[in-house]
């Protein structure tokens, strides 16, 4: 069956009046979309936070008339005359088959590689990651994570104890894991991340003893050679004493998840108890790393 479509361009203070309006029309689905690009975090467990500039994409059914909706809207002072509001026609499609379709399996460095669960490794012989992301974020896609997953590939992790703080769907442990290091602690302050975590752990042969994941809380007193952390900014800002004394002295730690603009005010968080190198870029986003000093 088509449906129709409506996106509505809002600042986020006005989307309750708004999606209360489509909602009373007959709108069968609302989903929040970044408008702006603007990167947003969790700090703690149910706090949802939005865009400041959101897209409420609203779906309907394809005999709907939308006309009165469209004039309705376009007099909402929230919204304001220069918004170009349209009705868009949309196919029926499998949506899980297409969302798998898409998900291709990737390499990083010469002999690292990423695989959905549903497809044969092209390289058998190689480290490979079977990875269903599921509710957990973490594919491989994001240039966050590809610059972390490189370092992993070049990096040397045998029998190195390593802390995966933000963990998603768990690959970067998943790979550490693959690539020699034990044992590993995944860390994340979302319960669906630790499901999806220890499932992709069990799905790559794993064992409980080599790798195990965390709520922040519950993450146990240590120091680890090594603390991958691909966050955003703001957090890892914030969490810069905490991270250093988690890692030992000679350990190093890795930060992702930071734009350009970005650097200066992350390496300032952490030059008090790390050597800091050079930043790695890609797609506007910064990979940094670092050596405990004392």
């Not at 394809?62 to 919204?79: N, S, Y």
């Not at 058998?124 to 599921?134: E, T």
């Not at 146990?220 to 966050?231: R, S």
């Not at 603009?261 to 870029?281: S, W």
């Amino acid at each position: 069956m088509p449906w129709q479509q409506i996106k509505v361009p809002i600042r986020s203070e006005h989307l309750e009046t708004i999606e209360k309006i489509v909602v009373e029309y007959g709108a069968l689905s609302i989903t929040y979309l970044d408008a702006a690009n603007q990167p947003i975090f969790q700090k703690e467990p149910g706090d949802n936070r939005l865009w400041d500039d959101t897209i409420l994409s609203c779906l309907f059914a394809a005999h709907k008339d939308l006309q009165p909706l469209l004039w309705l809207l376009r007099v909402q002072p929230e919204i304001g005359t220069d918004t170009s509001l349209e009705i868009q026609f949309i196919e029926d499609e499998d949506w899980e088959r297409s969302w798998m379709a898409d998900f291709k399996a990737m390499t990083f460095g010469s002999n690292l590689w990423i695989c959905p669960s549903w497809q044969e490794p092209p390289d058998p012989k190689a480290v490979n990651i079977m990875l269903d992301p599921g509710l957990a974020f973490g594919s491989g896609t994001h240039a966050t994570t590809a610059l972390c997953l490189r370092w992993l590939a070049k990096a040397d992790l045998a029998e190195k104890h390593l802390i995966d703080y933000g963990c998603g769907s768990g690959v970067l442990a998943i790979a550490a894991s693959l690539l020699g290091a034990t044992p590993i602690y995944g860390v994340d302050n979302d319960p669906q991340a630790i499901i999806a975590t220890i499932s992709n752990s069990q799905r790559n042969q794993i064992s409980d003893t080599q790798f195990t994941a965390f709520l922040p809380q519950e993450l146990p007193v240590m120091e680890t050679d090594i603390l991958l952390a691909n966050i955003l900014a703001e957090p890892l800002i914030d969490l810069a004493t905490k991270f250093s004394k988690l890692v030992k002295v000679g350990g190093q730690i890795v930060l992702s998840g930071i734009l350009e603009n970005q650097i200066d005010q992350v390496l300032t968080a952490y030059t008090t108890h790390f050597a800091m190198g050079e930043p790695c870029l890609e797609g506007g986003w910064a990979r940094l790393t670092g050596t405990r000093l004392y």
